[in-house]
């Protein structure tokens, strides 16, 4: 497995929100802001600003199989990218809870 896979996969399971980002992305703006309006503690890591972003995006494809950002992962399960998130407005709230990000 790849470096930046295994780096990848030990965010996902070390945090209970993570929103890989890029610091320009208007979408990612509007996950994030949501996320902070619940009150939810997450760990965003805004690709564009890393050395290994693009091999992390790259890897990020591999687990979930989405390359876009945001890509959202609430208590290790993938949820999808901004509409996924917006989506699932009403059940956030439970699911930070779960996830121990409340």
Known sequence: MSSA????QQIIDENGVVVF???YCPY???SKSLLSELG???????LD???DGADLQNALEEISGQRTVPNIYIAKK???GNSDLQGIKKDLPALL???GAL
């Open 21 to 23: 980002s890029k610091s």
């Open 28 to 30: 990612c703006k509007a």
């Open 78 to 80: 993938h949820i999808g």
């Open 49 to 51: 600003t890393i050395d």
């Open 40 to 46: 939810a503690k997450y760990y965003a890591l805004e």
């Open 5 to 8: 896979k295994v780096k990848a």
């Open 97 to 99: 809870k779960d996830a």
